[in-house]
């Protein structure tokens, strides 16, 4: 009996990307790579690799001598681990003002947020959209005075005056994240802020000439929620 | 035995291969440039230029030309360093060097951090390694690509070299990454989430399909292909692409599976239509773009969307056809089967299942680093926010659509969005990018081969463009 030395090499990639999605599944991290409809794909993926690697494992034992991986396959498993190896490298990696700059289209968003389900208090997304629709604003009584709590990201440091505050909507996963902007006036004695920093900002709604802007009575910082990219 | 060899027995022994003549010019070119890089920030940098040349920074000189010193070593000394491989390493040396050095030049001179050296010498090691590696085989690169191009190249082994040289390059990423605190730099950051985020979004469609193709190898009849085979043309392949309404995945679960039965005797054109069709009709794509488009005309795109999928799936599989598609999986793309006599088919859908998944993976991996590339370095505005022609916004939906390399079953809700846009132009965007986007692109060309990619390009842009006109004249 010998080893099958490119079946071994090939079932530890194998496990190596099982034991990536299964990390993702039980550490609750998935929420950084994928949207909330779309979260199944992470337990599905990690229970199908596990098991997949495991049965392929198996057959690892050879009756006969088996050749060796080439250079090229080898090379091959390396780069398909790629996206392992970089997640391991920056482990707290998230999408942040920079990924706000290059998505932000000129766009109506309305259609995504349309299939959230509806939340008493309002969101981000809601006034950002309302800023861009009477009828919707309406129809979510976003309107002057009204008290809010929201989180997000800081997209755009302040201008003297406000600060621009953005979170992603995702469908799918982090690649057709689109983000919602807003404008948030910090108070006197707000900390400085940081770009691509989370925080949880508590005021009221103002009605300006560019939309409405939120006027912060607190704002905190946080850390990043587990649903970046959805409610 | 050279005199190299003849000095020194031991390490003559495990080089002999390699060992050739001392170049002291390419050693002295090289250390001289590394001193021209390392002195020039007096010249261009102001910080540097209020201060001359100076023996008090001597340790600051002397660390940051270390990398061209090894270099120098290696590329001189006894031909340890192929000269081709120099090349390739001075650029890159050079231009970390110069970055490292203009990170420093708005601070007070002092001792340079050590990181960018240190990783400057790892890099010139992996790049020995993989030099070393070459020409234990081929002999050099240039000769490693006339012999694949003549169809003279076998497979290589994996030599010490490499092996060293990859054990090298993932320590590098992953210490160099934590130490260096790469999570705070917003291109890398913005490129790993997506990179992973398609990666993990994709692969486990990519193991469905290979899981199916699997399937279909092992518990599927010969018969039954036969009797599928026999069908004319003109029924098997828009039948076909119909049965694409059963395969409830992504593009990427699609292509293993057409795959699987072309080599099971269905007319490749078939197959292709097959392939084409599944990421479109599939039961939770038509629901998703329904879902997306309620309220605006969400039975409308709903149809149009299969529709146009469908001809278009139908009518490349024609074309497709015609053109001879007869040798359209002359590529075997490298499938080893490990699989013996006698062995159980369990195992067998597992060999033919990582053989797919292991085949497809690397090219969607590859699809996905180049759509992550494009999403962190290209502004979405710069397709979306122009105002045009339905046709010209449909060509740049499109063109958006394949940069993209969206999921089909989401790529609804971006469509939406783009408002300033036509009906007629949001279509274009929803049947394209599921039929040909960068990672099918890579996906397309391991499977069945450049030409067949190129010939898909040619057929599908003018249907999706016409067709989504039509619908834009009929609609609109």
Redesign the interface.
């Known amino acids: 009996m010998t080893l099958d030395w490119t079946r071994l090499v090939r079932g530890a990639a194998l496990l190596a990307w099982a034991g990536f999605f299964d990390w993702l599944w039980l550490s609750g991290r998935a929420g950084d790579y994928v949207g909330p409809k779309t979260a199944w794909v992470v337990p599905f993926g990690g229970i199908v690799l596990t098991i997949t690697a495991l049965l392929y494992l198996r057959g690892t034992r050879a009756h006969e001598p088996a050749r060796g991986p080439s250079a090229r396959e080898l090379v091959g498993l390396l780069a398909l681990l790629a996206p392992l190896l970089l997640v391991a490298a920056a482990p707290s990696s998230s999408l942040g003002a920079l990924a706000v700059e290059r998505k932000r289209s000129s766009g109506d968003q309305r259609a995504a947020i349309n299939r959230l389900d509806r939340t008493a208090d309002l969101t981000l997304y809601d006034i950002a959209v309302a800023n861009s629709s009477t009828e919707y604003a309406a129809e979510r009584d976003v309107r002057d005075g009204v008290k809010v709590t929201i989180d997000g990201l800081v997209s755009k440091e302040s201008d003297g005056e406000s600060f621009e505050f953005s979170r992603f909507l995702a469908s799918c996963c982090a690649a057709d994240a689109m983000p919602y902007s807003i404008r948030v006036e910090p108070s006197p004695d707000a900390p400085p802020l940081e770009l691509s920093e989370w925080l949880e900002v508590t005021g009221t709604l103002q009605s300006t000439d560019a939309g409405f802007v939120v006027v912060a009575e607190e704002i905190r910082a946080i850390e990043r929620p587990s649903n970046p990219y959805g409610v | 035995m050279t005199a190299a060899t003849a000095r020194h027995p031991v390490l003559g022994t495990a080089l002999r291969p390699l060992l050739g003549d001392d170049r002291p010019g390419l050693a002295l070119a090289v250390s001289a440039i590394g001193i021209a890089v390392v002195l020039s920030p007096h010249w261009w940098a102001e910080a540097w230029s209020l201060s001359g040349v100076s023996v008090d920074y001597l340790g600051l000189y002397a660390s940051a030309w270390a990398p061209f010193g090894l270099l120098a070593l290696l590329a001189g000394w006894r031909g340890l360093m192929s000269p081709w491989m120099t090349a390739a390493a001075l650029p890159i040396v050079t231009a970390v060097t110069l970055r490292a050095l203009e990170a420093t030049s708005g601070v007070a001179l002092g001792l340079a951090d050590a990181a960018p050296p240190v990783v400057l010498t790892v890099i010139v090691l992996i790049l020995w390694g993989i030099d070393v ?1 070459i020409r234990l ?1 081929s002999g050099s690169l240039p000769d490693a690509w006339r012999d694949r191009r003549a169809g003279r190249a076998t ?5 010490v070299p ?1 092996l060293l040289s ?1 054990g090298l ?2 320590a590098l ?2 210490v ?3 130490l260096g605190g ?2 705070s730099v ?16 994709a ?2 469609f990519v ?2 399909g290979a ?1 199916m193709s699997g399937l279909i190898e092992v518990f599927v009849s010969d018969r039954a292909f036969e009797r599928v085979a026999r069908l004319p043309l003109r029924l098997q392949v828009p039948g076909l692409a119909l049965c694409g309404m059963a395969m409830p995945v992504c593009e990427c679960g699609s292509v293993p599976v057409a795959r699987r039965l072309i080599l099971r005797g269905v007319h490749p054109g078939a197959g292709v239509a097959f392939m084409l069709a599944a990421p479109i009709l599939n039961p939770v794509v038509l629901f ?1 773009t329904w ?6 005309d969400a039975l409308l795109m709903v149809g149009a969307r299969a529709g146009l999928g469908l001809a278009l799936a139908t009518a490349t599989g024609l074309l497709i056809a015609r053109m001879g598609a007869g040798r359209l999986l002359t590529r075997s793309g ?1 499938h ?1 089967h ?1 699989h ?1 006599h006698g062995e159980g088919r ?2 067998r859908v ?2 033919h ?2 053989a797919d ?2 085949f497809m ?2 090219f969607v ?2 699809g ?2 180049l ?2 590339a494009m ?7 710069v397709f ?2 122009v105002l045009t022609t339905p046709l010209v916004g449909a060509a740049l939906l499109m063109a958006f659509a394949f940069l ?4 089909s ?3 609804a ?2 469509a ?5 846009f036509p009906i007629g132009a949001q279509l274009a965007f929803l049947v394209f990018g599921p039929v040909l986007d960068i990672k099918l692109a890579l996906l397309y060309a391991a499977t069945f081969g450049w030409a067949f990619v190129a010939r898909l390009a040619v057929i599908t842009i003018p249907i999706v463009l016409g067709g989504s006109m039509l619908v834009q004249a009929v609609a609109g």
């Open positions: 590696h085989g497979e290589a082994p994996v030599t490499l990859l390059l993932v990423v992953l160099g990454g934590r790469v999570d917003a291109e890398f950051e913005t490129f790993t989430v997506i990179f992973a985020s398609i990666a993990v979004e692969l486990p193991l469905l899981l998703s879902v997306a488009y309620s309220g605006q490298g080893a490990h013996h369990v195992r597992m060999d299942l990582s998944f292991f993976g690397k991996i590859a996905a680093a759509a992550a999403q962190t370095l290209v502004p979405a505005d979306t926010g993209l390399s969206l999921c079953e989401a790529d809700f971006v939406i969005s783009f408002v300033q």
